[in-house]
């Protein structure tokens, strides 16, 4: 007979058994009415004429002439005749055409961004899912890797994932199993055009104490296991992101050992600057741990992104301060405001870049797009540095 544990509460004793069995059934319900009320919601963002000009690097009237001559198919129109947005899909179209893909020569090395951080809360995925969507949208070509078993980011891009998804359509099967020589199979395309996505679920959980478990016995090298992962489909990406658990386990080992640059987002809190001081440390032991067995990476950068920032409190503002000072250059320089719009986004199981209209009020959103767009730009720039073939544009822009 299993064993029954009983909590003593204010009407008497409940066993777990009884409270796991309620919850879930409220959270069927939940995913039920999340699935139907999202049914219909995923697709591309669209772009206006003006936008869509801007992003491909031409102007409206050389688009307009494109379509004309027939280079371009014709432009979407309403029943009343008025444009429609275009799709990022028929903006990469127009890329193609015009020559203006931002592309990585086959030369230049992929860039690997693990987005990591000791603590959960701390706006990891949120900023892994935007950076992943914002580089789609200016005309990357991006792989989004959830490495985390909560499947925070993989939820983001409308799945249920102990529902929708299997183990075998994660991480979990090529960390498993030493034979499997590619990523490819986990691969999904999404619907941003561009950006593909490795989902995560629970069952990821347990590859952490079976590859610990492996290691332990000197079972194979599969601290590398990432790495050998990422290099099997890099040929297809520009970027890869990668949104490991809140810890140094097993998996964020990995997923330490195959990036070449390091994004850490930190709320200007006590906690959070505390729980980043200590990540610091264990890193900085893991990678001289990593180094004696010359398996150290080799990071390009390292930037730190004060996220979930709320100004309008005065330790925020000093910490703020500090952080500047002690990090310097290595801190991007736009916070990441704590803002409703993301909230209400995320409430929708979505992203800011999705939503059509704003949420909260057009000055919220224009905000928030403004902070995105600046702690996003500032990384697209280091990606862009680290690519020979980009230098000379670089120079030309005045950011090298």
């Not at 199979?185 to 629970?202: I, S």
């Not at 810890?247 to 997923?255: D, F």
Request: charged share 25%; with cysteine.
């Amino acid at each position: 007979m299993a064993a029954s544990l009983d909590i003593e509460g204010t009407e008497g004793a409940v066993s777990v058994a009884a409270l796991a069995q309620r919850t879930s059934s409220v959270l069927e319900r939940l995913r039920d009415s999340a699935r139907s009320a999202r049914a219909d919601d995923r697709r591309e963002p669209t772009f206006q004429i003006g936008k869509a000009a801007e992003l491909v690097g031409r102007t409206p009237a050389a688009i307009r002439e494109a379509e004309k001559d027939g280079r371009l198919p014709p432009p979407p129109r309403t029943e009343n005749n008025r444009r429609v947005g275009y799709t990022l899909a028929q903006l990469n179209d127009m890329r193609g055409l015009f020559g203006t893909r931002p592309w990585r020569s086959a030369d230049d090395p992929c860039c690997v961004i693990a987005v990591q951080n000791f603590k959960g809360g701390v706006g990891k995925s949120t900023l892994s899912v935007h950076l992943a969507q914002y580089l789609a949208i200016k005309g990357y070509r991006v792989a989004l890797i959830d490495c985390d078993s909560q499947a925070s980011a993989t939820t983001l891009f409308g799945y249920v994932p102990d529902l929708d998804l299997t183990e075998d359509d994660t991480l979990y099967p090529f960390l498993r199993h030493d034979d499997m020589e590619s990523l490819d199979y986990a691969l999904r395309k999404t619907h941003f055009d561009g950006l593909e996505l490795v989902p995560a679920n629970l069952r990821l959980f347990q590859s952490e104490y079976e590859i610990a478990a492996r290691m332990a016995r000197g079972q194979g090298n599969l601290i590398d296991r990432m790495a050998e992962g990422i290099a099997s489909i890099s040929d297809r990406f520009d970027v890869v992101v990668l949104d490991p658990p809140p810890a140094l386990g097993a998996i964020s080992l990995s997923v330490l050992r195959a990036a070449n640059a390091l994004v850490v987002p930190v709320p200007p809190t006590v906690m959070d600057f505390s729980s980043t001081a200590a990540f610091l440390a264990m890193l900085d032991e893991t990678i001289e741990t990593l180094a004696e067995r010359d398996m150290a990476p080799s990071l390009q950068f390292l930037r730190f992104v004060a996220s979930k920032v709320d100004e309008n409190k005065s330790m925020q503002k000093e910490l703020m301060n500090l952080m500047r000072s002690l990090f310097g250059h290595s801190i991007v320089r736009t916070p990441l405001k704590d803002s409703a719009e993301i909230d209400n986004a995320t409430a929708r199981l979505m992203t800011v870049y999705e939503l059509d209209g704003p949420v909260t009020s057009s000055s919220v959103r224009n905000r928030c797009l403004a902070y995105l767009e600046g702690v996003n730009s500032e990384i697209e720039i280091d990606i862009r540095s680290m690519w020979p073939s980009h230098l000379a544009r670089l120079r030309k822009e005045g950011w090298a």
